[in-house]
């Protein structure tokens, strides 16, 4: 049980190239979930998928795509990356929220930079 | 949307001594109330939660206290031992928490041996 795995850890990028963090979880949980950390700042919601085949915004959506084709899998897209999007990348996953236990597991990061 | 407001920014206490971190926010529909520790290049790590429907709960040294009607939510930590120090992050969710968290800015806790 590998609970959320991220890839890569690390990463630079060019302005304007394009690139996709991965995002797996072996805990079968419907709900998955994207957030960006910047200095100084709590965690904000990129986006969120409540099972396979449904996205959502969540607060900081702009320049970044989502798809959810596997219960397992949700893969955040940067389609021209900018300098503002250096940044640490979180993935999370958790149950539905009517079952007990609700934890939101957290995966390690990941550090991108954009230069 | 949801705000979620977290103060102090940053909190230096004696070994042993309390420590409070208060959150406050704006959307009366949200129902869950996690907090999180972050140490220095990790992961968040749920240290403890309160859902809408609970006042209180308690953790060995650490509680959470929730008033609905103020729209705030506090963390208390006692006897506070040098592996406390780290930030700490409030968030609230609407929807129990699987559909994405509002978090606040954070509070950098520091324990004085």
């Known amino acids: 049980n590998a609970g959320v795995t991220q890839t890569p850890k690390f990463q630079v990028l060019k302005t304007g190239q394009s690139m996709t963090l991965q995002c797996a979880q072996d805990m079968n949980h419907e709900y998955m979930s994207w957030y960006r950390q910047d200095p100084g700042m709590g965690l904000r919601l990129i986006h969120y998928?409540?099972?396979?085949?449904?996205?959502d915004q969540g607060e900081v959506p702009n320049g970044y795509n989502v798809s959810r084709s596997t219960t397992e899998d949700f893969p955040l897209r940067l389609l021209s990356a900018a300098p503002s999007q250096t940044s640490v990348y979180f993935c999370?996953?958790?149950?539905?929220?009517?079952?007990?236990?609700?934890?939101?597991?957290f995966g390690e990061g990941s550090w991108l930079t954009v230069v | 949307g949801e705000n979620v407001e977290q103060h102090p920014s940053t909190l230096s206490v004696q070994e042993g001594d309390s420590a409070v971190i208060k959150c406050t926010y704006s959307d009366s529909a949200s129902n869950y109330f996690p907090w999180y520790k972050q140490e220095l290049g990790k992961r968040p790590q749920l240290i403890i939660d309160?859902?809408?429907?609970?006042g209180e709960k308690k953790d060995q040294r650490i509680a959470v206290t929730l008033n609905k009607t103020a729209k705030h939510f506090s963390l208390h930590i006692t006897e506070t031992q040098p592996e406390d120090s780290a930030v700490y992050f409030c968030a609230a969710s609407s929807g129990g928490g699987a559909d994405g968290l509002t978090f606040g800015k954070g509070t950098h806790l520091i324990i004085q041996p």
């Open positions: 999370a996953s958790s149950l539905a929220p009517e079952a007990s236990g609700n934890t939101i597991y």
């Open positions: 309160i859902r809408s429907n609970v």
């Open positions: 998928s409540v099972g396979a085949g449904i996205t």
